[in-house]
């Protein structure tokens, strides 16, 4: 938080919210559902892609303010399944903005200790992209701070539907298969988010009450957090008004309340 802090204008009005923050019950895990660029730029009169344009700059914000947190893990869905379903001019310009943005941004990644993962169908990725992608990931593998995972050409059913036949394929190369019985551990241990815990809380910007094939697995318990406001708009304020109203949940995973427990 202090690393937060010294960040801040001595005047700027983000300062009281990250110091009414309870440094013990921060999310380990933040996802966010980036929505609303396009109608950010139909507002304006702008083509779409300026709308994803203007929705770099938020997804840097947030990244920076996660890291200097101590956050450990944030995922962002930059890329749907469905996404190819847009019009062919929006797809390219959407794999070239990730192109660009990662190569700028690999520089301040290092410096602020981020690991960039990537989570999704990334052989499908057009060959520039998913270069760009994995060296990215390569470069950031020793990184001890944040781990940003990308979700991209990615789909919760599509990873549900690639972990079963990872489990079919060990058993069938262990010669198990006959009384193959999974457990939900085998599940999770195949997903793409293997080994890293479950999202405490799902951001998702612009007021849709959807989960958009999104980490269906992984967000059984996620508290989940909707604002009106749309992705390009989307502040530092924000995020931290996010993780406040996060903390002040009553999360019983099914239980009972206990006394005076609130987020972890
Ligand atoms: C949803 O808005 C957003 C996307 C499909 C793309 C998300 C990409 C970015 C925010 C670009 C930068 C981020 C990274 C990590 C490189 P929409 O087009 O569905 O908006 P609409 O619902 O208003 O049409």
Redesign the pocket.
Known sequence: MEALLEILEPDAPERALVQSLDPGRLPCHIAI??????????RRSLP?PA???A??E??RTVIETCARLGIRYLT?????LE?WK?PRA?VDM?WR??QV??RRELPNLMKHGVRVKAIGRIDALPDPARRELVHAVEATAQNQGLQVN?AINYGGRAELADAFNAILDKARAAGTLENLRVTEQDIAGCLYTAGVPDPDLLIRT?G?MRISNFLLWQIAYAELFVTDT???DFTRADLLRAILEYQSRDRRFGGLAAAGAKAR
């Open positions: 559902i980036m929505d609303g660029n396009g109608r950010w730029a139909n779409r709308g994803h344009e929705g770099v938020p997804a962002l869905y930059a890329f749907s996404n847009r929006e959407l903005l990730l943005y990662i990308l612009s849709e749309l992705w390009p």
